[in-house]
């Protein structure tokens, strides 16, 4: 079975500094999706970014960026320039390429403040 | 955009009691899923389902079951809530299982059993 692990369950950064959050997986696919989903407090856990597996280069969205490393099994979150916004619950999650086994996989979750 | 809404933000049962937890969703999606939310545990899957009228256990059923009758709208069921189930509950939806099918949550339903 697949399995997610965020080893930081608390993380801090100052505002406009930049921090990484860890995530490593195991799984025997050689095909999946990894994602990022943010959880501000009291509101709706958001996309922050994918990243498909086949893919060799990393994915970015904005501010946002991934260092992921197949055969490690990494894939961490970079954000650059943190704003008080970043502050939320972040999890990151595995999904299976297709099928109803197609589910996602979480981590337990990341903690992150941002200091003004 | 994608909204997912939850019946109830907060809700406080009692032991016993048969809790109906409603999810709707209004972009068409095919499937949609309830997980519980936990501290220190992240998020884990209880149900999903595919279709309307099909369901598959997730990580954790036992004490919980579900229903699609419409294809906007799955519903969580605790037969007879126990303490144990005090927990925010997070429903999502998504289109299809590829590349586009990223899963849209609601706002979650905090429940406590009292």
């Known amino acids: 079975a697949q399995t997610v692990t965020q080893s930081q369950p608390e993380m801090s950064v100052q505002e406009a500094e930049t921090v990484t959050l860890s995530c490593t997986y195991d799984?025997?696919?050689?095909?999946?999706?990894l994602f990022w989903y943010k959880q501000p407090p009291s509101r709706q856990m958001i996309l922050v970014i994918r990243q498909e597996a086949y893919k060799q280069q990393n994915a970015t969205e904005n501010r946002f960026s991934v260092n992921f490393q197949k055969a490690a099994k990494s894939f961490s979150l970079k954000i650059s320039d943190s704003q008080l916004g970043d502050a939320a619950m972040y999890f990151c999650?595995?999904?299976?390429?297709?099928?109803?086994?197609?589910?996602?996989?979480f981590g337990k979750g990341t903690k992150l403040s941002v200091k003004p | 955009d994608v909204k997912v809404t939850q019946s109830s933000r907060y809700l406080v049962k009692r032991t016993g009691e048969k809790v109906f937890l409603e999810c709707v969703q209004d972009m068409d999606h095919e499937n949609m899923f309830w997980y519980r939310q936990d501290p220190g545990l992240g998020l884990r899957l209880i149900y999903f389902?595919?279709?309307?009228?099909m369901k598959e256990k997730g990580d954790i059923p036992e004490g919980y079951s579900v229903s699609r009758e419409k294809k906007e709208r799955f519903s969580l069921i605790l037969e007879s809530a126990s303490t144990n189930q005090t927990s925010m509950y997070l429903c999502a939806s998504s289109y299809g299982w590829g590349q586009g099918s990223e899963q849209y949550f609601g706002p979650g339903t905090r429940l406590t059993v009292t």
């Open positions: 999650a595995y999904r299976n390429y297709g099928g109803s086994q197609g589910n996602l996989i």
């Open positions: 389902s595919y279709d309307v009228k």
């Open positions: 799984t025997s696919e050689s095909d999946y999706y």
